[in-house]
């Protein structure tokens, strides 16, 4: 089933188009061919996705699969008339029921992005991606006080994408430090992490995944070698024990679980749950 088309359409985005659907993808094993068709907001652009959508239907013999978060209904009438493809109206799936339910109608907005500039929960997001760049790798110590979450591992373990989608999804301000041989000859975390115990989350790796990922970065280095990989894991693992320090392991985890899990465990107070 690889020759198999499946289109993600937005009149934004098509981010939650696209997350949405692979979410449902997920369970069944295929591997189709994945197209993003962001900001089909005329009618214009409507029919240009058409075509391509039912040239694809030509070529592969097979209906593509057509997700679609549209809110503007002349666009989506468009794509309903005309595509040859099997559709998902996924707003249509929910909205339409939840107006029934709520009695009210809903506003339509295009996209999460609407109106950026005027959104305090967008101007959050940036001013969180900032502060995680500022603090990534333990660059800064400057208003540590300040952040919400502070990860500590051994170098590669996945600390910094951790930080950047906490920071880009949630508006976490993440600090990230790695645990270094130093501190584990000091049997002791950073000093100027000590104060701020309570926000500390631990990222740890499997061995063999890590000597992988060090091997990309630095080939046949000690830095990248099985035995050192090892030694460094246990030692962050037995010090986040004595430091009482919450972890997980990120080996088969995907950052969207590594996040889920940080944020029910320290539980920023500022973030509404």
């Given amino acids: 089933m690889s020759n198999r088309t499946v289109f993600f359409i937005s009149d934004g985005t098509g981010i939650t188009a696209e997350t949405f659907g692979n979410a449902i993808l997920a369970q069944f094993e295929f591997k189709p061919r994945h197209v993003r068709l962001p900001f089909i907001d005329s ?48 707003f249509g799936m929910f909205v339409a029921p939840l107006e029934g339910e709520l009695g009210i109608k809903s506003n339509h907005r295009v996209g999460r992005f609407s109106d950026a500039s005027k959104s305090k929960e967008y101007d959050d997001r940036i001013e969180a991606i900032n502060f995680s760049l500022a603090h990534d790798d333990g660059q800064s110590n400057r208003d540590l006080e300040n952040s919400d979450v502070i990860l500590v591992g051994v170098s590669r373990s996945g600390k910094t994408p951790t930080s950047l989608y906490l920071a880009m999804q949630y508006g976490i301000k993440t600090s990230n430090y790695p645990l270094i041989p130093e501190d584990f000859d000091r049997r002791q975390l950073p000093p100027a992490l000590v104060p701020h115990r309570k926000k500390i989350f631990g990222l740890t790796i499997g061995p063999e995944r890590l000597a992988q990922i060090r091997n990309e970065r630095r080939p046949n280095s000690n830095y990248a070698s099985l035995v050192n990989c090892r030694n460094e894991i246990h030692e962050a693992e037995a010090m986040m024990r004595r430091e009482g320090i919450r972890w997980l392991s990120t080996t088969t985890k995907s950052i969207e679980e590594i996040a889920t899990t940080i944020l029910q465990e320290i539980r920023p107070e500022r973030l509404e749950y």
């Fill in 43 to 90: 009618v214009d652009k409507a029919h240009q996705a058409i075509r391509q959508i039912n040239h694809t239907a030509e070529l592969e013999g097979k209906r593509p699969i057509v997700f679609t978060t549209l809110v503007n209904m002349e666009i989506l009438a468009v794509i309903k008339t005309h595509c040859n493809g099997m559709l998902l109206d996924m």
